[in-house]
């Protein structure tokens, strides 16, 4: 038996100071990712280091790291010598982007339709209430209102699909919602098209709520179009 086995090498370090540098990057993503949401850092704005560094106070190699996830959220595009840019916007990728949506996700709610139990209609009957109070405070205000609407409705379109078995269904949703959330923050405070929001996100939950898959995913693909539409009006603009 050969006893001369080199030792293992030990694993790397993974103190404060590691745990430190993951904190800034995670900080730095978050809070550009909002700015870009939010329209703050407006679509194909040049994303120079030195503007950044000053503007949020995160070194470069931080920043760098940080932009490069969102190069992969498809928020952020990079070139070879052309550096980072705010994703642009445009009416023929919110149309493909809708598209697909809708095919990905009236299935996925189709089938959450079919196999959601008590513990499902609990989570969307829940998420449709902390929807609903929100909802009635956007007509004071929905500028003011953006990022706790986006977060609840969000919850509550996983609620209606989180039943569905498949995760591949699951990951392609989660993708085409993120993508779609900058066209939602700009649609809800431009008016140019009038929308009953809560009134389609009521017809949504009593078509799941009645177990009518049929009628849930109709409702629901007009419910996505219909920012497309507004979008139309607003790019036309």
Known sequence: ?????????????????????????????????????????????????????????????????????????????????????????????????????????????????????????????????????IEAKLASGPEYQQDEFEERNREFHHALISACPSRWLHHLYGILFQQSERYRRISLVNRVVPRDVHGEHKAIFEAALARDADLACKVAGEHIERTLAVMAKVLAG
């Open 1 to 133: 038996m050969d006893t001369n086995v080199a030792p293992v090498a030990p694993a790397p370090a993974r103190g404060p100071k590691a745990a430190s540098a993951r904190s800034l990057v995670e900080a730095a993503y978050d809070t550009i990712r909002h700015e870009i949401l939010t329209g703050a850092l407006a679509p194909e704005t040049k994303l120079r280091f030195e503007m950044l560094r000053k503007r949020y106070g995160f070194g470069a190699s931080t920043l760098r790291e940080a932009l490069t996830r969102l190069v992969g959220e498809a928020l952020v595009t990079s070139e070879e010598q052309k550096g980072f840019r705010v994703a642009p916007v445009s009416l023929e990728d919110l149309a493909d982007l809708t598209r697909t949506r809708i095919f990905v996700e009236k299935e996925a709610l189709r089938e959450s339709i079919l196999a959601g139990d008590d513990a499902w209609e609990g989570r969307v009957v829940a998420a449709y209430h902390r929807l609903s109070k």
